[in-house]
């Protein structure tokens, strides 16, 4: 069975946090070679990814990309910040008496202070439990398309070797006629080479 290096492989989720999605390529090498491109919030999958990568994988060069965006779920499981909240409504209060003739604040503004949106806890076991899931996804289907790309491989190359037998098939009985023509041709040189040195001024 030939093995194809190449391949494509890619699967997401959504978390607390937000989306993660992780795509794998893969090409021809003669040695396994892996390189990561991970959001520097989840760097610390980094070692897993690549043991789990090296478990299933014996050859080619495969990218590996994780990659991270807040929201969806994570943007759905923001909250108020209470002391946030009450901290920036006195200081609102504060600046007002300072400045009586300045605008109040707009809802958008509160919305943007510095923590007033508390972001979910970070779970970074669950993420990375997440992760490898992932990781377990793509390189079951990596693997399952370079086993299809083997296969179609396999199948050009027997297809390649079949019609070189029938070339062969075809020119083996022309092979004796061939032999017997070009020792026919070499006796005949052979004799006028040695006519020639028996009378070397002919």
Known sequence: MIHSMTGYAVASADTARGALALELRSVNSRFLDVQFRISEELRAAEPALRERIAARIARGKVDCRLAFAAGGAATAARALNDEALASLKRLADDAGRAFPEAAPLRVADVLRWPGVLAEPAADDEGTRAVVLRLAERALEELCATRAREGE???????????????????????????????????????????????????
């Open 152 to 202: 179609k491989l396999a199948a050009s190359v027997a297809a390649r070797v079949a019609q070189m037998r029938q070339r062969l098939a075809q020119v083996a009985p022309l092979l004796p006629e061939a032999v017997a023509l070009h020792r026919a041709r070499l006796s005949e040189r052979l004799r006028e080479v040695g006519s020639g040195v028996n009378h070397p001024y002919k």
